[in-house]
């Protein structure tokens, strides 16, 4: 089982002479496993990554090419016949800009609409518990979620989703707005989705940070292609791609890669992510005691 | 006199908890100052409140030596430009060049260096092929990236960027944080960020924590506040961690590679 793209391609607007029609994504063919994943997707500004992922839950059709969720096709020809909810309730998207996806009169209630919306039992609790997980207090469950900080709304859309429990869970850019420690949750939690309860995790993010010490996979877009999807070690070690494509490396990466040079340690393993990978590559090369 | 005077601003909205608590500062013409603080803090709060679209419920804010009040806001609004969080606030064009030409409109600029202004701030953000393009229909990023030219357009003399960069690529961050430290000296710059990275190129780091002042340091100094930080829901710099697990746990060269860390941190 699994998500299948294949030539999957797609226009905002189609021309009436198709030659001159512009795509925000092209001819993409991709596999994703609906366990176990936890991918990145990168790129430069405007290269295809909102519009890719909103196709994965047929927010948006391809205007070519198809899409096969675990035997249900999603193409422009059978537009119609497409049991959305269906789609929806297996992959949850929350979208980069949260706004635009809470609508209820009350934090709770916009909550509750989506598991409610896919009859799921349990609906406030569950709410309150990812509203819980979130880190978003019961003294604004009553207040309208347009009356929130920045980080306030984007931590209820997440909420939202979580709340739905489906089996991939899509984010783009979620940790826009997020102050460190909201953002540092967050990632912990999905880890945890990830590892224990085998949900796929699809992140758009232009956080390095993130590819680094979370992703197993990444992709990475280019006006609309796919111009890398493998291993994130792999991709930051092709320092060629990673400029070319506007990216960078993650911090310590950069830190450990200054060391290596100025200290001539030649077998440093600089591809450590976080701070006690970092220094435990430091101690194996160099030893521990203070000289 | 300082060119910002913020003077025990509160600020509390209809059934709410406070947002702001009598918060005080001042900010000297051509500085640039950093304000940090976890989610609901009231960072966009009191970015609205010093470029008058809010107005405090207690205490007052001077902009060059000119007390915001209602007589007063129109003409000192000329010096001020907010970036604002959600990009799509602040598009009134319908197209990227009518939205970077409206501001300039409004400042009676002439139209030779309107054209002018639109080229050079359209470029400076990589978006000079997107002038004809609805700013609704485009992309998160790019989305930032006209805003941003906008209210750079305008040329105020006190400039907010209220979380500007958040959805720019690395390269894109790069780039405009490089153009906005090009104002160094002559622009007042209040940056509003989650990303500690951003705040190393600022002056001054003032955080907020539940609506108050909790720190306002140089910068380097700031980070150095790690329990203030943590309280605040905030972090210390990725470097400064590596520096503090060599002190705790030991490294043979150690002193050598904190050295190294140091400096890395200063060159931002
Ligand atoms: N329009 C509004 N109506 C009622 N309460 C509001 C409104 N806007 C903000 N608040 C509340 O005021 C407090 C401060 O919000 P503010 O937007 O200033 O925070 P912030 O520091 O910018 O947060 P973030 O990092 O999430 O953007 C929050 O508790 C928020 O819920
Ligand atoms: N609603 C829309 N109508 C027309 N064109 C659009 C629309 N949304 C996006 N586009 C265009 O499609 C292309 C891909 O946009 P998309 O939003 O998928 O990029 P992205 O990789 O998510 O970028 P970002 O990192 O800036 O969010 C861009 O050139 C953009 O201008
Ligand atoms: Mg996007
Ligand atoms: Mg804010």
């Given at each position: 089982?699994?998500?299948?793209?294949?030539?999957?391609?797609?226009?905002?607007?189609?021309?009436?002479?198709?030659?001159?029609?512009?795509?925000?994504?092209?001819?993409?063919?991709?596999?994703?496993?609906?366990?176990?994943?936890?991918?990145?997707?990168?790129?430069?500004?405007?290269?295809?990554?909102?519009?890719?992922?909103?196709?994965?839950?047929?927010?948006?059709?391809?205007?070519?090419?198809?899409?096969?969720?675990?035997?249900?096709?999603?193409?422009?020809?059978?537009?119609?016949?497409?049991?959305?909810?269906?789609?929806?309730?297996?992959?949850?998207?929350?979208?980069?800009?949260?706004?635009?996806?809470?609508?209820?009169?009350?934090?709770?209630?916009?909550?509750?609409?989506?598991?409610?919306?896919?009859?799921?039992?349990?609906?406030?609790?569950?709410?309150?518990?990812?509203?819980?997980?979130?880190?978003?207090?019961?003294?604004?469950?009553?207040?309208?979620?347009?009356?929130?900080?920045?980080?306030?709304?984007?931590?209820?859309?997440?909420?939202?989703?979580?709340?739905?429990?489906?089996?991939?869970?899509?984010?783009?850019?979620?940790?826009?707005?997020?102050?460190?420690?909201?953002?540092?949750?967050?990632?912990?939690?999905?880890?945890?989705?990830?590892?224990?309860?085998?949900?796929?995790?699809?992140?758009?993010?232009?956080?390095?940070?993130?590819?680094?010490?979370?992703?197993?996979?990444?992709?990475?877009?280019?006006?609309?292609?796919?111009?890398?999807?493998?291993?994130?070690?792999?991709?930051?070690?092709?320092?060629?791609?990673?400029?070319?494509?506007?990216?960078?490396?993650?911090?310590?990466?950069?830190?450990?890669?200054?060391?290596?040079?100025?200290?001539?340690?030649?077998?440093?393993?600089?591809?450590?992510?976080?701070?006690?990978?970092?220094?435990?590559?430091?101690?194996?090369?160099?030893?521990?005691?203070?000289? | 006199?300082?060119?910002?005077?913020?003077?025990?601003?509160?600020?509390?909205?209809?059934?709410?908890?406070?947002?702001?608590?009598?918060?005080?500062?001042?900010?000297?013409?051509?500085?640039?100052?950093?304000?940090?603080?976890?989610?609901?803090?009231?960072?966009?709060?009191?970015?609205?409140?010093?470029?008058?679209?809010?107005?405090?419920?207690?205490?007052?804010?001077?902009?060059?030596?000119?007390?915001?009040?209602?007589?007063?806001?129109?003409?000192?609004?000329?010096?001020?430009?907010?970036?604002?969080?959600?990009?799509?606030?602040?598009?009134?064009?319908?197209?990227?060049?009518?939205?970077?030409?409206?501001?300039?409109?409004?400042?009676?600029?002439?139209?030779?260096?309107?054209l002018r202004r639109i080229e050079y701030y359209s470029s400076l953000v990589d978006m000079e092929d997107f002038l004809d393009k609805n700013p609704e229909n485009l992309s998160g990023?790019?989305?930032?990236?006209?805003?941003?030219?906008?209210?750079?357009?305008?040329?105020?003399?006190?400039?907010?960027?209220?979380?500007?960069?958040?959805?720019?690529?690395?390269?894109?961050?790069?780039?405009?944080?490089?153009?906005?430290?090009?104002?160094?000296?002559?622009?007042?710059?209040?940056?509003?960020?989650?990303?500690?990275?951003?705040?190393?190129?600022?002056?001054?780091?003032?955080?907020?924590?539940?609506?108050?002042?909790?720190?306002?340091?140089?910068?380097?100094?700031?980070?150095?506040?790690?329990?203030?930080?943590?309280?605040?829901?905030?972090?210390?710099?990725?470097?400064?961690?590596?520096?503090?697990?060599?002190?705790?746990?030991?490294?043979?060269?150690?002193?050598?590679?904190?050295?190294?860390?140091?400096?890395?941190?200063?060159?931002?």
């Amino acid at each position: 089982m699994a998500i299948n793209l294949s030539k999957v391609s797609f226009a905002y607007y189609v021309p009436r002479k198709k030659k001159n029609i512009k795509y925000a994504v092209k001819d993409i063919n991709l596999s994703i496993g609906d366990k176990d994943e936890f991918i990145t997707i990168v790129g430069h500004t405007g290269s295809g990554k909102s519009t890719l992922v909103q196709m994965l839950n047929a927010l948006l059709i391809p205007t070519d090419g198809c899409i096969d969720i675990s035997g249900k096709i999603i193409s422009k020809k059978n537009e119609n016949k497409i049991k959305l909810k269906e789609v929806r309730k297996k992959i949850g998207l929350v979208f980069q800009f949260p706004e635009y996806q809470l609508f209820e009169e009350t934090v709770l209630q916009d909550v509750c609409f989506g598991p409610k919306n896919f009859g799921i039992t349990d609906v406030t609790s569950k709410a309150k518990k990812a509203l819980e997980l979130v880190g978003i207090k019961e003294d604004i469950y009553n207040e309208s979620p347009f009356s929130l900080s920045g980080g306030q709304m984007r931590r209820v859309a997440i909420a939202g989703i979580l709340a739905s429990e489906p089996n991939i869970l899509i984010f783009d850019e979620p940790t826009v707005g997020l102050d460190p420690l909201g953002k540092k949750e967050l990632l912990e939690l999905l880890r945890k989705l990830n590892k224990e309860e085998h949900k796929t995790i699809i992140l758009v993010t232009h956080d390095m940070e993130i590819v680094g010490e979370y992703s197993k996979r990444v992709i990475v877009l280019d006006n609309g292609d796919v111009v890398y999807d493998g291993d994130k070690t792999e991709l930051f070690k092709n320092e060629k791609l990673v400029k070319e494509h506007s990216l960078d490396l993650p911090n310590n990466v950069k830190m450990l890669k200054v060391i290596k040079e100025k200290l001539s340690l030649d077998n440093l393993d600089i591809y450590k992510y976080n701070t006690y990978d970092a220094y435990d590559e430091l101690k194996r090369v160099l030893g521990g005691n203070n000289e | 006199m300082s060119l910002v005077e913020v003077k025990n601003v509160s600020y509390k909205y209809t059934n709410r908890e406070n947002a702001l608590t009598d918060v005080s500062f001042n900010i000297e013409k051509g500085e640039f100052v950093c304000v940090l603080g976890h989610n609901g803090s009231g960072k966009s709060t009191l970015a609205k409140i010093i470029v008058g679209l809010l107005k405090a419920k207690s205490g007052e804010v001077i902009i060059d030596g000119v007390t915001l009040n209602e007589d007063t806001i129109d003409s000192v609004r000329q010096k001020l430009g907010i970036v604002f969080q959600n990009p799509d606030n602040q598009f009134v064009g319908v197209t990227v060049k009518d939205d970077i030409a409206f501001g300039l409109e409004n400042r009676n600029i002439e139209r030779s260096e309107m054209l002018r202004r639109i080229e050079y701030y359209s470029s400076l953000v990589d978006m000079e092929d997107f002038l004809d393009k609805n700013p609704e229909n485009l992309s998160g990023g790019q989305k930032q990236r006209v805003a941003i030219a906008s209210v750079l357009a305008c040329e105020g003399e006190i400039i907010v960027f209220d979380e500007a960069t958040s959805m720019l690529d690395p390269k894109g961050v790069k780039e405009v944080t490089n153009a906005i430290k090009k104002l160094k000296g002559q622009k007042t710059v209040i940056y509003i960020t989650h990303n500690l990275d951003e705040a190393l190129f600022c002056d001054r780091v003032i955080v907020l924590s539940k609506g108050v002042k909790v720190l306002d340091e140089k910068v380097l100094d700031a980070f150095k506040e790690k329990d203030i930080l943590k309280s605040a829901s905030l972090d210390i710099l990725d470097s400064m961690k590596l520096i503090e697990l060599i002190e705790e746990k030991g490294l043979s060269k150690g002193k050598e590679i904190e050295e190294i860390l140091w400096q890395l941190t200063y060159q931002k």
